[in-house]
């Protein structure tokens, strides 16, 4: 089973990261989420209606870029959104036009989209998503194959789209791109949700610099970073003691934000302490990797309900 | 609506569709005009004369009708079967599902565009044999005055008919195998295997081929049996006409049927 219980909230007019390793579940939530697949049991909520097989029309509202970007290779890019504006939800003609403006093809718009970089055709798609004007955007890996104009491009465009309303819900491996641009994430492991909240919130308790003291140092190097109000503690050790010879130079983690590193390493050598090492990665990488290394498999088909709204 | 002229467009910018009919066209002027060239050395050969009336008018539209559904109605298998199976191979069936659109309707429309398409073509592939059968006469010395046979004309839109009739089916048959597989190449190879396994089959099994769908779909038309072996299409064993008519329309409303229930019940990925 791909899912188990998953429950998601997704507020309005926000972007969402969806966030999980390979294999978690996050294109099998899209599939579910846009009536490709259908649960093998329990309930789908979306736009805070239940979702089953004769609601297709729900979908009017929704715009959804799902795996990869699917177009007729023999037909242009402006062709391909017209005979897609055919289908599903009632599309103004002029809407084209402005969608292929808004990705930057109108130029290449007449161009079979054969002829189309793997960017190109990642940008068709998210312009084939927005086609209806839809109140929630479902895009699978948007970023795959943008350079790094077209990424700057695209976070434009969806920041955007949630600053007037719209509520953006992306599917990501690129944690980076995410922390950047999602006001809420979620994270899936095994089919599971194991964290989901506003992204200052969760990294707020998520944060950590580590920094390499000498072993007899360590204690010391704890009681100077107490008053910047952090408990350090030895990587690895539960107890935040050095536990022996293999930590005679060891790694020091300070739960703070990495914004504050410089803090620490000041603190430590105003105590007369010189760190030999100091590193502040990406805190959603660390609480991704953290959060995902150790989730259980799925036992049971699941529910993936979305529901847009205030966030509480 | 929007989705038929969508459809529409889509199939004539194709270059299957323009291969398909061009193709059709292209064998049947070939066959054709190698008669009317050779016509001489035919004649004084066994069933020679029987040659000949392939290109002697006005018997000479019902062959063609009938070479066009042979040959057509194998072309037509391939061709729907191609855009069938393509719609699942290049995902497109998946974007129009994800906006909301009707699986079932989107498939039956699609077809509906086809059907379409093979009607226009049989005219086309039609209106070109005439001319072409014309030409082969010329070449071969026989006589065309029976090209303004009026007898035959009021016989003919029913035959049209008729002949769309077959095709349709047929295409639906190639349509819904490569939806079942989800694939272009599957659906086109099922598609020839059935119209030769048929045409194998029917040497020993000819009251059960029959009622298969390029069988029932040939005999949707009567022709000559002196000449019948010589239009391209399967002629071992025959169905009545109005028989025809009935299995034609089993397989047609049986195929379009089982395509509908297995797109609504899909798990649709890529």
């Known amino acids: 089973m791909a899912l188990d219980g998953l429950d998601l909230s997704v507020p309005s007019g926000v972007v969402y990261g969806f966030l999980g390793p390979n294999g978690a579940g996050k294109t099998t939530t899209m599939r579910l989420l846009t009536g490709l697949i259908h649960p093998d049991g329990g309930s789908i909520e979306l736009l805070g209606r239940p979702f089953g097989r004769r609601d297709r029309r729900r979908l009017f509202d929704v715009g959804a870029l799902v795996e990869s970007p699917a177009f007729y290779p023999y037909l242009s890019g402006r062709a391909n959104l017209r005979t897609l504006a055919a289908s599903g939800a009632p599309t103004p003609k ?65 920041r955007h789209l949630a600053s007037v309303g719209k509520t953006v819900f992306i599917s990501s491996h690129l944690l980076g791109e995410v922390s950047q641009l999602a006001d809420v994430v979620g994270i899936i492991a095994a089919g599971k949700l194991v964290r989901e909240g506003p ?40 107890d935040g003691r050095p536990a022996g010879p293999a930590n005679e130079i060891g790694w020091l983690v300070v739960p703070i934000e990495p914004s504050r590193a410089a803090e620490v390493n000041r603190a430590l050598a105003g105590a007369g302490i010189y760190a030999s090492g100091l590193e502040s990665g990406s805190d959603l990488e660390s609480l991704f990797l953290e959060l995902t290394s150790a989730a259980p498999e799925p036992s049971a088909a699941g529910t993936a309900p979305i529901v847009p709204g205030n966030w509480q | ?65 009938g070479f066009v559904l042979g040959l057509g109605g194998l072309f037509v298998m391939a061709y729907a079967a191609a855009i069938a199976g393509s719609e699942w191979t290049w995902g497109t069936l998946k974007t129009a599902v994800a906006r909301g659109e009707s699986r079932s309707r989107y498939m039956m429309t699609t077809y509906l565009g086809i059907a379409l398409v093979a009607g226009v073509g049989m005219l086309v592939a039609f209106a070109v044999g005439v001319l072409v059968t014309f030409l082969a006469a010329k070449l071969a010395g026989v006589s065309t005055d029976g090209i303004t046979d009026t007898s035959i004309f009021g016989n003919l839109p029913e035959q049209f008919l008729r002949g769309w009739y077959g095709l349709v089916e047929v295409g639906a048959v190639g349509f819904t195998v490569a939806t079942l597989a989800r694939s272009q190449l599957a659906g086109v190879g099922a598609g020839i295997g059935i119209y030769f396994a048929g045409s194998f089959a029917g040497l020993f ?29 399967q002629t071992l064993a025959r169905l009545d006409p109005n028989m025809a008519l009935l299995v034609v329309g089993l397989w047609l409303v049986g195929s379009l049927a089982v395509t509908a229930l297995f797109t609504e019940r899909a798990e649709i990925s890529g």
Request: aromatic share 4%; hydrophobic share 50%; no cysteine.
């Open chain 2, 1 to 65: 609506m929007r989705l038929l002229v969508s459809t529409l467009g889509k199939l004539r910018s194709r270059l299957a569709t323009w291969l398909t009919i061009g193709l059709l066209i292209l064998l049947m002027a070939l066959i054709y005009l190698a008669v009317g060239a050779t016509a001489k050395d035919t004649a004084t050969r066994p069933n020679g004369q029987a040659v000949l009336l392939l290109i002697t008018f006005p018997g000479a539209y019902a062959l063609i009708l």
């Open chain 1, 199 to 238: 992204i200052e919130t969760l990294l707020s308790g998520e944060g950590q610099v580590r920094v390499r003291v000498a072993a007899n140092e360590i204690e010391r190097a704890v009681a100077t970073l107490a008053p910047l109000g952090v408990a350090a503690r030895v990587d690895g050790s539960d």
């Open chain 1, 94 to 158: 002029h809407r084209v036009e402005e969608v292929l403006e808004l990705v930057g093809l109108k130029e290449r718009g007449n161009d079979k989209v054969s002829t189309y970089s793997l960017g190109m055709k990642q940008r068709l798609g998210i312009a084939g998503a927005l086609l209806s004007d839809p109140k929630l955007l479902l895009l699978d890996e948007p970023a795959n194959g943008l350079d790094p104009a077209g990424i700057v491009a695209m976070r434009d465009t969806l």
């Open chain 2, 205 to 233: 099994l000819p009251d059960v081929v029959k009622y298969l769908p390029f069988a029932a779909a040939n005999s949707l038309i009567a022709v000559d049996s002196s000449t019948a072996g010589a239009s391209g299409g």
